[in-house]
């Protein structure tokens, strides 16, 4: 792969070939070739290259994320019990499932998914569904196995994880297509009716034969009655359960419409006089029920929260029994048994390490960003991942129990204690009910006194041109159109609630790690001659830890020797022989023990960060520190965030030190950070908050979901364990934070679109309501006007500017 | 004018038509997801490198 000639847009020198971030000056290489941000880009680009889908690069929308492989062996994706669960076996010997993938968000990403079957011999389909990033699969089992599939899709940077919500999606897929058969029959036999009203109306003016007007007539009724016996109904039950339980509710008024509407016309239709309001009646349930959809669409959360969360933890775990091991389903840990957890794994339960020493990354659950030290009798929980060696743990808690298993159920019940947001439309509709109940009984006794035979024309006509639709419309078409532009911006927006409550500035919460900064433990500098890095990498080619890993993905493409009798210091450093000279790299106590000097410069980028020295035949020669950088623009964003008039505050789960020296870069003061905060402690926290008005809470990972459950609104970033993200109300898919400030501008914007319909229709609906009680609304006026006022809606709202380049 | 009284019939019955087609299509799944069609149709169709012609062989 050193001859390929570089795809176009590596023609900007410091662009990664794979993903088109800059690449870090120490991966640049000097000789022309395509350089690469990370490992997991290069490792990607190769085996897209030689699987001859170089075009991917061509296509003008692509993900612009660094490829980060969990590296996860995904070996219990085999095991009988997780087929049992989640794979479908067909009758020819074939096998399907759903995967849900992390990092799925543009077309390029259902390009490269859907060509998996062209890269992995046995794979028969790959669709993705890219609006809620799942991919089904289908694939030989006599030819290739899951576990091989899922590590594919993983190194390409779609980390996938078993969909276990199959039961509720079917359901809900049924919900929407009967919604949308509703929406369909409603629209087409309203569309008709209306044809056959400008008929009549022209007739009205132009004169028509009495034969055909009865015909027309009899025809719309016909037409009509579908609509409200089907689609329709709907408003009728509402109407029923609003009248049960004593709430007034937007149904009600429109059932009243409907039913009387539709009685009157029939009555007027059967004695051939007055006003038949079918082409009204039709087109409100259409309407109406379009609004409803979308409104539904947008507040639905593309899967179950809860059930993706519990894909944190493997299915299946190596439990030991005195010689041999066999493979058991997580859950049927009990307290005490002896598992085996071999590097790269994920830990099935919590324990305590029985035998063996290890590094853990607890990034996931405590948000800690440098790699902790298991040695025999540390704890290590369920969730977290083993990073070095092989371990055998004493299982303490499983399941339910554990503390990741509890946390999800925190962040079921932070959810369900969430205060919701009362929606404007929806603080308004049962004011909006009370006063058109209130009038439509006040003209018809004002017209029962003067002119009875008007009276019930008259209160028909004030329900049916008061018609709540473009109220009902004015939020969800807003909001629907302000997420659909978010989206196409990289912003993901749940529900509206949330772009109303982020509207206004209130407090706000943002995690450390992997929010304010990358989260991924890297080299942030190199102090020291050039011709010491290859001894390095040699003797780091040895080594699991998070620091080797560092140095080998900052210099990926060095040729190193071989290095010798290599020696590794749980906690220290490692040592060995490498082109016939002693080397020695680890912490500065360990490298300073034995060797002398100091390494030539000492400045470090922050306090926060790792140091690591270097020494060559027993005199220190460099020293290179390992860190997990702030984001560029962090401080920017923090900044233009209090301008906006919001109090910021930063909530860790990471050292103190770390946390502090972060708070003084983005300029947060000495009391409105914490660190070393646990998850449990970070819901407390929101929690208290939330008590004194709304809160948002900005988080990445497993550690924030509680709180962002929890808090009025939950922003999910870019990276850490995206399907613990699906608790959040919005996930910025672009990286950075710069997102974060759109989010907010564009959810300014999106209230003001929304008063303005409000407003609007208010205006049409109070004009005519004053029209109908003086009885000057003819059939005509009030077919003109009532769409009217849905239409101007409409319009405005696809007019506004609201998520737009620039904006 | 009388001709309306054949023409609407028929025209109803079309409309009848248009919408068991369309009920036939909601049930289907036609409408399930409205996002990846529109993307997938911008794709070039390799149905060469499809499955059958099994892999490609890598450039050297």
């Keep these: ?807 | 004018m009388s001709v309306l009284y054949v023409v609407l019939p028929i025209a109803l019955l079309l409309l009848a038509g248009a919408i068991a087609a369309y009920a036939w299509a909601a049930r289907r799944g036609q409408f399930d997801d409205l996002k990846t069609p529109a993307i997938r149709a911008l794709h070039d169709d390799d149905t060469a490198l499809r499955p059958g012609s099994d892999k490609t062989t890598p450039p050297t």
């Design chain 1, 1 to 807: 792969m050193t001859t390929i000639s570089p795809p176009d847009r590596a023609g900007a020198a410091t662009a990664c070939a794979h993903c088109g971030l800059p690449v870090p000056a120490v991966l640049l290489r000097p000789d022309g070739q395509q350089s690469f941000c990370c490992g997991g880009c290069a490792t990607a680009y190769a085996i897209i290259h030689e699987g001859g889908l170089d075009r991917y690069y061509d296509l003008p929308e692509r993900r612009s994320a660094a490829v980060a492989p969990s590296g996860k062996s995904f070996e219990e994706f085999d095991h009988p019990a997780f087929h049992a669960l989640y794979v479908r076996a067909r009758p020819d010997g074939t096998a399907e499932t759903e995967l849900y993938l992390d990092g799925v968000h543009c077309a390029s990403c259902v390009w490269l998914v859907e060509r998996v079957p062209l890269l992995v011999p046995g794979v028969l389909r790959a669709e993705l569904e890219v609006g809620r990033a799942l991919a089904h699969v289908a694939w030989n089992p006599a030819s290739t196995s899951l576990s091989a599939i899922a590590r594919f899709l993983d190194t390409l940077g779609y980390r996938p994880h078993p969909f276990r919500a199959q039961r509720v999606e079917e359901r809900r897929r049924a919900e929407d297509r009967t919604a949308m058969l509703r929406i369909g029959v409603a629209g087409a036999l309203a569309g008709n009716v209306m044809m056959l009203a400008v008929a009549l109306y022209s007739g009205w003016f132009a004169g028509m034969e009495p034969a055909f007007v009865r015909y027309f007539r009899w025809l719309s009724l016909l037409l009509t009655a579908p609509v409200l016996i089907w689609p329709g109904r709907v408003f009728f039950q509402g109407a029923l359960a609003s009248f049960r339980t004593r709430r007034l509710h937007m149904d009600l008024p429109i059932a009243i419409a409907l039913g009387a509407g539709f009685v009157r016309g029939t009555m007027n239709t059967v004695t051939d006089t007055g006003p038949i309001y079918f082409d009204g009646v039709a087109m409100l349930v259409f309407l109406l029920l379009v609004g409803r959809f979308l409104q539904q669409r947008a507040q639905r959360a593309a899967t179950d929260a809860t059930s993706l969360l519990h894909g944190l933890t493997p299915s299946v775990a190596r439990m030991v029994e005195g010689e041999a091991i066999r493979e058991v389903p997580a859950e049927a840990l009990l307290p005490g048994v002896l598992v085996e957890v071999r590097a790269g794994e994920t830990f099935p339960a919590d324990g305590t390490v029985a035998e063996g020493e290890s590094r853990v990354d607890l990034s996931l659950l405590t948000g800690e960003s440098r790699p902790v030290a298991a040695l025999p009798g540390a704890k290590v929980w369920a969730g977290t991942v083993n990073l070095a060696a092989a371990l055998r743990v004493t299982v303490t808690q499983s399941g339910e129990e554990s503390r990741v298993g509890r946390l999800v159920r925190e962040v079921a019940a932070g959810a369900g204690r969430r205060a919701r947001i009362v929606l404007l439309a929806d603080r308004l509709a049962g004011w909006f009910v009370a006063v058109v109940l209130l009038l439509a009984a006040l003209t018809w006794w004002y017209w029962q006194g003067t002119s009875p035979d008007a009276a019930l024309d008259n209160a028909i006509a004030l329900l049916i041109v008061t018609c709540p639709c473009a109220l009902a419309l004015a939020t969800p078409l807003a909001v629907t159109v302000s997420i659909g532009r978010a989206a196409r911006r990289g912003i993901l927006i749940r529900g509206g609630d949330a772009l109303e409550a982020l509207a206004r500035p209130a407090t706000i919460y943002l995690d450390k790690t992997g929010t304010l900064t990358d989260g991924r433990f890297r080299m942030t500098a190199w102090n020291g001659p050039e011709w010491a890095r290859p001894l390095v990498v040699a003797l780091e080619r040895h080594s699991s830890h998070p620091v080797a890993a560092g140095f080998l993905e900052a210099w990926p493409r060095l040729d190193a020797p071989i290095a010798a009798a290599v020696r590794q210091t749980m906690g220290g450093g490692i040592e060995g022989r490498v082109a016939g000279r002693e080397v020695i790299v680890g912490s500065p106590v360990f490298v300073g023990s034995r060797a002398t000097g100091a390494p030539p410069t000492s400045d470090h980028t922050s306090a926060a960060d790792t140091p690591v020295w270097v020494a060559v035949d027993g005199a220190v020669v460099a020293a290179a520190s390992f860190g997990d950088p702030l984001r560029a623009e962090a401080p920017g964003v923090v900044g233009r965030l209090r301008e906006r008039g919001w109090a910021v505050r930063l909530l860790s789960g990471d050292a103190r030190d770390v946390v502090e020296a972060v708070a003084g870069q983005v300029g947060v003061g000495s009391g409105d950070w914490r660190g070393e905060v646990t998850p449990e402690g970070k819901l407390e926290e929101v929690e208290r908050a939330a008590g004194q008005g709304a809160v948002v809470m900005v988080g990445d990972g497993v550690n924030d979901a509680a709180a962002m459950a929890r808090a009025t609104v939950g922003v999910a970033v870019r990276g850490g364990a995206e399907a613990s993200l699906a608790v959040a109300d919005v996930y910025l898919s672009r990286p950075g934070l710069s997102a974060l400030d759109e989010l907010m501008e564009g959810s300014e914007r999106t209230l003001r679109v929304i008063r303005r319909n409000v407003a609007m229709s208010l205006v049409y609906n109070v004009a005519g309501a004053a029209l109908a009680m003086g009885g000057w609304i003819n059939p005509l006026l009030a077919a003109i006007l009532m769409p009217a006022s849905s239409i101007t809606v409409v319009l405005a709202s696809w007019r506004s500017r609201t998520f737009e380049e620039g904006a």
